[in-house]
């Protein structure tokens, strides 16, 4: 399988580069792009020429995908920056909305499946239950908006498609409120976390072995033509919900955070008793968020038989691995 992985970099972008590796050749760009000679796998066209994935020059993504060929793309890219979104909307709607459309017109030109990730910011919140895939969206922010709008494009242009919605992602690689919490706890020795937005933290390492297994599921194995039925044939392509199990508040979030680090001997000068709720009124921000995003993963479950662990589980693993980050990193320093 030859698969074009863009957003080299980002958390879950990381994550992807060990499971993706394992169902073939795996080309990654990042905003500068490579050079043909970077590209796996035989390519007839000219050489010396370069490959680009800087998703503010969508016609370049175009180009780029017709010439390699792919039979999967991967979009991890995005502007995730949720607040900076309310006053760059242009830059946010070309990022979120144009590149991923301009992405699905070429991936259906080439017959490849695009996998593209959104966001459960395009429900406003107002929901007492979890989101399924078919509640209508209701986006209250810039960047929620623009993801939104972006799903409608990859919809609309690639007959192969599969959209992703995630939620309050964290890892080792890249920025995310659980680094953000555990830098705070060496440094503070008091903090308050919002109590009244609920959602359920997703670890990029859960979502990229959920991506890969679902890829392997829809391209490589044959199951759809083993189906009796030829109504069952047709690949489940379409829109999940991918998220952990259970939900938090942001402020139980750092509670969890800080006591599991302690436990793990990474704790700082903050107790998790020392974290005091506030409501989101008393930290004013320039996107509004949902109150309650938590997402319903049962299609996904249906569909190709994955189990969403609980996200309490997911902390102390993103915990010890940046304690194993933090070790080597002093160790190069002696
Ligand atoms: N983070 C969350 O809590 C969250 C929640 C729900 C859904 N999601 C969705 O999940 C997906 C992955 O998010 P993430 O948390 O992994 O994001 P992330 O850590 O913020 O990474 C974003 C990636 O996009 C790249 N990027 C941004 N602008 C670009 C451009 N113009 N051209 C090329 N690359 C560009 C960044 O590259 P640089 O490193 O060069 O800046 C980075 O690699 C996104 O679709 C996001 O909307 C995220």
Redesign the pocket.
């Given at each position: 399988m030859k698969i074009l992985r863009?957003?080299?970099?980002?958390?879950?972008?990381w994550d992807l580069q060990c499971t993706l590796a394992s169902l073939g050749s795996v080309l990654v760009l990042?905003?500068h792009g490579a050079t043909m000679a970077d590209v796996p796998w035989g390519i007839k066209s000219a050489a010396g020429k370069r490959v680009h994935?800087?998703?503010?020059k969508p016609e370049q993504i175009v180009d780029t995908i017709l010439r390699l060929q792919p039979d999967v793309v991967v979009n991890?890219?995005?502007?995730?920056a949720v607040d900076r979104a309310e006053s760059e909307p242009e830059l946010a709607r070309l990022?979120?909305t144009q590149a991923p459309a301009a992405m699905a017109s070429a991936c259906d030109q080439v017959d490849a499946l695009l996998v593209h990730?959104?966001?459960?910011?395009v429900f406003d919140g107002a929901s007492a239950n979890p989101y399924s895939e078919d509640d209508k969206p209701s986006p209250k922010s810039v960047y929620g908006q623009t993801?939104l709008e972006g799903e409608e494009a990859v919809r609309v242009f690639a007959k192969k498609h599969l959209i992703l919605?995630?939620?309050?992602?964290f890892g080792s690689h890249?920025?995310?409120f659980l680094k953000t919490v555990l830098r705070l706890s060496q440094e503070r020795s008091s903090l308050r976390g919002v109590d009244d937005q609920i959602g359920t933290p997703t670890s990029?390492s859960y979502i990229a072995e959920t991506t890969a297994s679902v890829i392997a599921q829809l391209v490589t194995e044959n199951r759809y033509e083993s189906l009796a039925s030829p109504s069952l044939r047709d690949p489940d392509y379409g829109t999940y919900h991918l998220s952990c199990a259970g939900r938090t508040s942001w402020f139980n979030y750092a509670c969890y955070v800080v006591q599991t680090a302690r436990l793990l001997g990474m704790g700082g000068k903050l107790r998790p008793e020392a974290i005091e709720p506030i409501a989101s009124t008393a930290y004013p921000t320039a996107a509004a968020r949902p109150t309650m995003s938590v997402l319903d993963t049962s299609k996904l479950q249906k569909t190709f038989g994955i189990w969403s662990p609980m996200w309490e589980l997911e902390v102390p693993k993103v915990l010890l691995q940046l304690r194993a980050q933090q070790k080597a990193e002093k160790a190069v320093l002696q």
């Open positions: 863009l957003g080299k970099n980002g958390q879950v972008g990042d905003r994935g800087d998703l503010t991890a890219a995005a502007y995730t990022v979120n990730y959104s966001t459960d910011y993801k919605r995630t939620a309050w992602v890249g920025g995310n990029a």
